[in-house]
Structures are given as C-alpha cells and as structure tokens.
Nanobody, 119 residues
Framework: EMQLVESGGGLVETGGSLRLSCAASGFKIDDYAIGWFRQAPGKEREGVSCITTSDGMKWSTDSVKGRFNISGDNAKNIVYLQMNNLKPEDTAVYFC????????????WGQGTQVTVSS
C-alpha cells in the first residue's frame, strides 16, 4: 500500500524557516513524481513544488521561488520542502502527493501538516 506521511509543520514568525518532510512507504520515490501542495482556509488547493528524484527535475510556483527548495533522499525515501523567509500568506495545510509525473492529477496523498506564519 502506498503511503505518504507529512511532518515538520508548526507555528513560525514571519521570516522564519521550516522544513517539511514527506516520508513514503510502499513505493520508491524515484519511481514517482512527488509534489507539495497547500490549501489555505477558504482557498483552493495550489501546487507549490514538485520533484522527480530519478532525474533531479524540479518545479516551483512563482510565489515561492527563491524561498522554498524541494529535495529528495532516495536512500531514506523522503522528500523535503525547505521553506525560508516565510510569510503570513504561506499559512496553509501542506500536503505531499505522488503520481507518475509532475503534471499528473495526483492520486496518492498524505494527510497534511499545518504551517502557520504569524505576522
């Protein structure tokens, strides 16, 4: 069974940093694309970043470029999202998901982790 478990969320002040982890089980992350998404209250879910660790290709949405970095550890089967210079508008529940590529409709999802950035 494919499972994804997020961790690392929390409360941080504006300008602070957090590192989210997405631990995968039941499959190898280098066989899939792993994406990070977020959903703020009253807003639609949006894609934040995506990686295919098999070839190192990455994508990030414009609003986080230069602040967030996605990476993967194939040996540990974990994908990370390092978030720096956090802003209140980054407050959301963050989810990781897996599918065949970064433009797929992601089918496999974790339960999410809350990130709150105080102003």
């Amino acid at each position: 069974e494919m499972q994804l478990v997020e961790s690392g969320g929390g409360l941080v002040e504006t300008g602070g940093s957090l590192r989210l982890s997405c631990a995968a089980s039941g499959f190898k992350i280098d066989d899939y694309a792993i994406g990070w998404f977020r959903q703020a209250p009253g807003k639609e879910r949006e894609g934040v970043s995506c990686i295919t660790t098999s070839d190192g290709m990455k994508w990030s949405t414009d609003s986080v470029k230069g602040r967030f970095n996605i990476s993967g550890d194939n040996a540990k089967n974990i994908v990370y999202l390092q978030m720096n210079n956090l802003k209140p508008e980054d407050t959301a529940v963050y989810f990781c998901a897996a599918d065949v590529n970064c433009v797929a409709t992601f089918r496999y999802w974790g339960q999410g982790t809350q990130v709150t950035v105080s102003s």
